[in-house]
């Protein structure tokens, strides 16, 4: 999510606005250690946001030039700040 945020330029009160969240339930799912920690819904209103805005998520084994899981921005896309 950090990543995610760092490559759209944005912090995570503006990515609690874009994805309908409270700022702490996006507190408390970055500060979650190895997998991210959350209900189904708001985990899916995340990666929406995210995807929306224009990062690609890469899981883990799939096509990478390093192998691992990640992010990305999308090919075309311009990110947005969400405001």
């Known amino acids: 999510m950090k990543a995610a945020r760092a490559l759209l330029g944005i912090d995570q009160r503006d990515l609690a606005a874009i994805s309908g969240l409270s700022l702490p339930t996006i507190q ?40 691992g899981r990640g992010v990305r921005l999308k090919i075309n896309t311009k990110p947005s700040r969400g405001k």
């Open 28 to 67: 408390r799912m970055e500060s979650s250690k190895g997998l991210v920690r959350g209900n189904v819904d708001s985990l899916t209103k995340v990666v929406d946001s995210i995807e929306s805005a224009g990062v690609e998520l890469i899981n883990e084994h799939a096509v990478s030039s390093d192998g």
